[in-house]
């Protein structure tokens, strides 16, 4: 918990928190042991309405918070782009490669392909029939695809920015491509079934 939102919550506080942020208003308190809901040290409390209710605190973390965003944005202004928007959406696109030969598909493609599977599945003549030279190949095909699908083929690149950081810092310690990879694969998938990539 942040310390301004344990000025903004606290119900009772000590004389050395109330002191420093906020302002004695009140002629006497009524005073007890108890918690205080900003140091959080067990001490003599009081309510914290008999010091202003931390206002002066709270304003002054306010403050700081509103000049390190404004820095912030400062600092952001004046970067430039990672990437252009080609190269962008190079970074975004799903390959499969073997070898010499390169075929590209998204995700949306794939699971066009099963679905027409699927039809062909319910209409072929050997399906229906269980021919079993016609049943063998299609369920060869379907776990091709079914594979892609999973993506054991199908490979999500780094993200742009995880690639620019890549390239400055070097890869992450103690762990592997595969497994760096593995991660922001799913992390896209995730992002991607939440509709916002």
Not at 24 to 53: F, I, L, Q
Not at 149 to 174: H, I, N, Q, R, W
């Amino acid at each position: 918990m942040t310390l301004l939102n344990k000025l903004l919550t606290a119900d009772v506080v000590c004389r050395d928190c109330g002191d420093k942020y906020g302002k004695y208003s009140v002629g006497c308190s009524s005073v007890w042991n108890g918690t205080c809901g900003v140091c959080g040290e067990d001490k003599p409390v009081t309510e914290v309405r008999d010091w202003g209710y931390l206002t002066k605190g709270i304003n002054d973390l306010k403050g700081q918070v509103k000049e390190q965003s404004k820095e912030v944005a400062d600092y952001m202004l004046s970067v430039g782009p990672i990437m252009n928007d080609s190269e962008l959406e190079d970074c975004l696109k799903a390959s499969y490669e073997q070898g010499e030969i390169a075929c590209m598909f998204t995700e949306d493609e794939i699971g066009f392909l099963n679905e027409c599977l699927d039809t062909l599945q319910e209409h072929h003549p050997g399906l229906l029939d269980n021919n079993l030279v016609d049943v063998t190949l299609f369920e060869s095909i379907e776990q091709k695809f079914t594979t892609l699908y999973d993506d054991y083929c199908v490979k999500y690149e780094l993200s742009p920015a995880m690639k620019a950081y890549v390239e400055k810092y070097g890869t992450f310690p103690d762990e592997s491509e595969n497994e760096k990879w593995e991660g922001f694969r799913d992390a896209f998938v995730m992002l991607k079934s939440a509709g916002n990539v």
